[in-house]
C-alpha cells in the first residue's frame, strides 16, 4: 500500500499525495500507487485474455503503481469480501469486474465512502455516487447480433437464448436486446427456450443443449450472451447433420470463436476488445490517483465479426499473439 498516507498527519498525506502526481524527487521516486483488478472469473476465457491484456498495459504504469489480480471465482459473496479486504488494506484504487452489479454495488460505494478510487468494468455500475466505470455498451452488443439475426434467420425459424450468471448487467442486457429486436422484429420465428444458468461452464452449456435436442428436434437459432456458450452449444450438435444449417451467436470475441466463424461453424460474435479494456481502465486509474481526473466514464465500441470480415481480426490476434500463424494458416486452408 501506499506508505506515504501512514503514519503521517492529514496535511502532511495531502501534500505527499500531491507531489506524487506532480512527480517526486529523491527517495519519494520508489513509493508507488497500489491498484487491485478484482476479476469475477479467472477460470474464464475471455476473463482470462482480461487478466493478459491488463498485466502488459501495466507495464506502462510501473513508475506510478503497482497493480495485484484477484479472483472472484463467480462467487458474488467472495468478490464482496476480496473489495472489503481491499479497502482494509489500504488500496488506492480497485477495479472491479462485477459478478452481479447489484450485489456489488454497496461494497464498490463503501470503497469510494473510504476515499478509494473505484473503477467497475464489464460490467460498468453506472450508479455508484462518485465512481467511475468503463464499458461497452451490453445492450448495444446485443442488439448488433439481434439486427443480423433479423436478416438471417430462416422463415419461422426455431429458437433459443442461452444466457449465464444472472444478475450481471452484460448477460441480462444482451438478453433484453434479442427479446425486444430479433423476436418482435420476427414475429414470425418460435422461441423454443430461453434458459439462464446458475453456472458458467462448459459442461453445463452443452448439458442445457443436448436437453433442447431432445426435447425440440430442429434448432435454427441459437442466440446466446457468450462464445463460450455458443461453442458449447455447437460441440453438441457439430456431428449431426441435422444442424449444419444452425446458426450460432456469441459475444466477445475470444479467439477460439474467430476461428469457428472462419470454419463456418459459428455465425457471429461481438469483439470486446480486451487490450483496449485495459488501456482505458489503467488510463483511467492513472488519472484518478494523480487528480488530473475526478470521476471516467469511457465506452467501448461494439464490433460484429462475420465470415465478412473475420479475417482481419484473426490476423489482429496474431499480432497480439493470441494466436499463431500456423493455426490461422490451418483453418484459413480448410475453409477454402
Given amino acids: 500500500m501506499k506508505k506515504l498516507r501512514k503514519g503521517l498527519a492529514l496535511v502532511l498525506a495531502s501534500a505527499m499525495t500531491l507531489s506524487l502526481g506532480m512527480g517526486m524527487t529523491g527517495n519519494a521516486e520508489e513509493e508507488k500507487y497500489s491498484v487491485a483488478l478484482i476479476v469475477r472469473n479467472a477460470g474464464d476465457s475471455f476473463v482470462a485474455r482480461i487478466m ?65 478510487k473505484v473503477i467497475t468494468t464489464n460490467a460498468g455500475i453506472r450508479e455508484l455516487e462518485g465512481g467511475s466505470w468503463v464499458d461497452a455498451d451490453p445492450y448495444e452488443q446485443g ?32 438478453l433484453q436486446a434479442y427479446n425486444e429486436i430479433y423476436l418482435e422484429e420476427r414475429p414470425d420465428v418460435e422461441l423454443l427456450a430461453e434458459k439462464i444458468t446458475d453456472r458458467e461452464d462448459q459442461a453445463t452449456f452443452m448439458a442445457t443443449m443436448e436437453d433442447w435436442v431432445q426435447s425440440y428436434g430442429d434448432i435454427d437459432v441459437v442466440m446466446t450472451i457468450g462464445d463460450v456458450l455458443a461453442l458449447s452449444c455447437y460441440e453438441v450438435v457439430k456431428d449431426n ?18 476461428l469457428a466463424i472462419k470454419q463456418g461453424h459459428m455465425t457471429a460474435t461481438v469483439m470486446q476488445d480486451t487490450d483496449e479494456m485495459a488501456r482505458l481502465n489503467l488510463d483511467a486509474a492513472a488519472k484518478l490517483l494523480t487528480g488530473e481526473e475526478e470521476v471516467i466514464e469511457a465506452e467501448m465500441e461494439a464490433i460484429l465479426i462475420t465470415e465478412e470480415n473475420v479475417d482481419e481480426y484473426l490476423d489482429l490476434y496474431v499480432e497480439k499473439g ?15
Avoid: M, W
Fill in 322 to 336: 493470441a494466436l499463431t500463424q500456423e493455426e490461422v494458416d490451418a483453418v484459413r486452408a480448410e475453409a477454402e
Fill in 241 to 258: 447433420p441435422d444442424y449444419d444449417d444452425t446458426l450460432f451467436y456469441g459475444v466477445d470475441g475470444i479467439p477460439e470463436a474467430l
Fill in 143 to 174: 442488439k448488433v447480433l439481434a439486427d443480423l439475426a433479423v436478416e438471417q434467420a430462416p422463415e419461422n425459424a426455431r429458437t433459443v437464448f442461452l444466457s449465464c450468471n444472472p444478475g450481471n448487467l452484460h448477460t441480462e442486457s444482451r
Fill in 52 to 116: 493478459d491484456s491488463f498485466e502488459a498495459e501495466a507495464k506502462n504504469y510501473e513508475d506510478l503503481f503497482t497493480l495485484e489480480i484477484l479472483d472472484a471465482q463467480a462467487d458474488s459473496d467472495k468478490q464482496n469480501n476480496l473489495i472489503e479486504t481491499c479497502i482494509t488494506k489500504g488500496y488506492d484504487c480497485i477495479i472491479v469486474q462485477p459478478n452481479d452489479g447489484n450485489l456489488q454495488l454497496p461494497y464498490c460505494q463503501q470503497a469510494l465512502d473510504a476515499g478509494i
